[in-house]
């Protein structure tokens, strides 16, 4: 397949992709520019590792940062007056891709702080502090799917701003989600709002799950145990999707879409394979399916430019993901107990850590 045949990815499947990276060097090099154009790419997502990773050893940054570091005192707010103008380029360069899809796409998400993961009321407060600071209508601010997230998120969306909502890792999460966004889309109704300029996705992470799992499945031991490995994660969106299915194509949603309203699509997140037995491209291939999308690292879209296979490939395997969700509860797996409560710890704790570094680096140079 050549990189150019992902264009056609959401004509022929409804599946959009979209890049998880920013970097000025991507933005000065016009990167992103031609994987909008040749590869497809619909959007764009960032995180601290993300720009902990774009920041520090660049020389792109330097002027900016010793500007910022002169007019702002804290040194969160020189962070995010360093990146905002990453962000509004993104913004600006998938404008069109945003105005053609009439919002479907066309996004650049921003994470807030992981410090207030578990504040509702600061999770707000700043993400309506970031979409102001960025001032372009295709920012999406990024919440994470904690329980207080979760409820920032509803009332966010009751306010008319638009939300990924990261860090699931289980399809108890992606419910919870879907019911607070149809609150949501509820409330800012009856608050005169218009339902049609709000999006939401919810961001379903991948390979940590395989990851972990697969240690337990390890744990256990035996034939069917090595059987499930590799596995859990796939099942896991099949049964998020099937649920998508339910809430938004198969319930009373169409009154929310009469008013413009879109359904929260799911996001497969965290899609580059860790384990090098798995294929390259397993959270690609095996995720296409229509209204939904895949953020993809850059080797992960190179790889799958090089040798993947589109084809519909999710609503296919409905049965099959629920035989390993069941396979995965009989041997004492919980998705939705144990699994769900450490990938989410875990994945604060090291957006965190990220973000500490790189406030860190910021406050050294």
């Given at each position: 397949?050549?990189?150019?045949?992902?264009?056609?990815?959401?004509?022929?499947?409804?599946?959009?992709?979209?890049?998880?990276?920013?970097?000025?060097?991507?933005?000065?090099?016009?990167?992103?520019?031609?994987?909008?154009?040749?590869?497809?790419?619909?959007?764009?997502?960032?995180?601290?590792?993300?720009?902990?990773?774009?920041?520090?050893?660049?020389?792109?940054?330097?002027?900016?940062?010793?500007?910022?570091?002169?007019?702002?005192?804290?040194?969160?707010?020189?962070?995010?007056?360093?990146?905002?103008?990453?962000?509004?380029?993104?913004?600006?360069?998938?404008?069109?891709?945003?105005?053609?899809?009439?919002?479907?796409?066309?996004?650049?998400?921003?994470?807030?702080?992981?410090?207030?993961?578990?504040?509702?009321?600061?999770?707000?407060?700043?993400?309506?502090?970031?979409?102001?600071?960025?001032?372009?209508?295709?920012?999406?601010?990024?919440?994470?799917?904690?329980?207080?997230?979760?409820?920032?998120?509803?009332?966010?969306?009751?306010?008319?701003?638009?939300?990924?909502?990261?860090?699931?890792?289980s399809l108890d999460q992606v419910k919870r989600v879907f019911a607070a966004y149809r609150r949501g889309l509820e409330q800012l109704e009856?608050?005169?709002?218009?339902?049609?300029?709000?999006?939401?996705?919810?961001?379903?992470?991948?390979?940590?799950?395989?990851?972990?799992?697969?240690?337990?499945?390890?744990?256990?031991?035996?034939?069917?145990?090595?059987?499930?490995?590799?596995?859990?994660?796939?099942?896991?969106?099949?049964?998020?999707?099937?649920?998508?299915?339910?809430?938004?194509?198969?319930?009373?949603?169409?009154?929310?879409?009469?008013?413009?309203?879109?359904?929260?699509?799911?996001?497969?997140?965290?899609?580059?394979?860790?384990?090098?037995?798995?294929?390259?491209?397993?959270?690609?291939?095996?995720?296409?399916?229509?209204?939904?999308?895949?953020?993809?690292?850059?080797?992960?879209?190179?790889?799958?430019?090089?040798?993947?296979?589109?084809?519909?490939?999710?609503?296919?395997?409905?049965?099959?993901?629920?035989?390993?969700?069941?396979?995965?509860?009989?041997?004492?797996?919980?998705?939705?107990?144990?699994?769900?409560?450490?990938?989410?710890?875990?994945?604060?704790?090291?957006?965190?850590?990220?973000?500490?570094?790189?406030?860190?680096?910021?406050?050294?140079?």
């Open positions: 397949m050549t990189a150019y045949a992902l264009t056609q990815l959401h004509e022929s499947q409804g599946q959009s992709l979209w890049l998880d990276n920013l970097s000025r060097k991507l933005l000065e090099d016009d990167g992103l520019p031609r994987l909008i154009a040749e590869y497809g790419i619909r959007g764009v997502t960032s995180n601290p590792s993300i720009f902990k990773k774009a920041i520090v050893g660049s020389d792109l940054y330097t002027d900016d940062l010793a500007e910022c570091k002169r007019r702002y005192d804290e040194i969160e707010s020189v962070y995010e007056h360093l990146v905002v103008n990453d962000i509004q380029r993104a913004c600006d360069l998938l404008r069109h891709v945003w105005d053609a899809s009439h919002g479907e796409d066309g996004w650049v998400s921003w994470e807030e702080s992981p410090g207030i993961a578990h504040d509702a009321a600061q999770s707000v407060d700043a993400a309506h502090h970031l979409r102001d600071l960025v001032d372009r209508p295709n920012v999406l601010i990024k919440v994470p799917g904690t329980i207080e997230g979760i409820e920032a998120f509803e009332r966010l969306i009751a306010e008319g701003v638009s939300v990924n909502v990261t860090l699931l890792f009856k608050s005169g709002g218009k339902p049609s300029e709000v999006r939401a996705v919810a961001s379903l992470f991948m390979s940590r799950v395989d990851t972990l799992v697969d240690k337990k499945l390890d744990a256990i031991g035996g034939e069917r145990a090595e059987s499930l490995k590799g596995r859990a994660a796939l099942a896991l969106a099949g049964m998020a999707y099937q649920h998508f299915r339910e809430v938004f194509e198969e319930s009373d949603f169409d009154r929310f879409e009469q008013l413009g309203a879109r359904p929260q699509y799911l996001l497969w997140a965290s899609t580059g394979t860790k384990n090098p037995a798995y294929s390259d491209v397993l959270y690609v291939e095996n995720l296409i399916a229509p209204r939904t999308i895949n953020t993809v690292p850059d080797a992960t879209l190179e790889a799958f430019a090089d040798h993947g296979k589109i084809a519909s490939t999710l609503k296919p395997r409905i049965d099959e993901d629920r035989e390993v969700w069941d396979a995965l509860a009989d041997l004492g797996i919980e998705m939705d107990g144990a699994v769900r409560d450490q990938l989410l710890d875990e994945g604060v704790d090291q957006f965190q850590a990220a973000f500490d570094d790189l406030l860190a680096a910021i406050e050294e140079s």
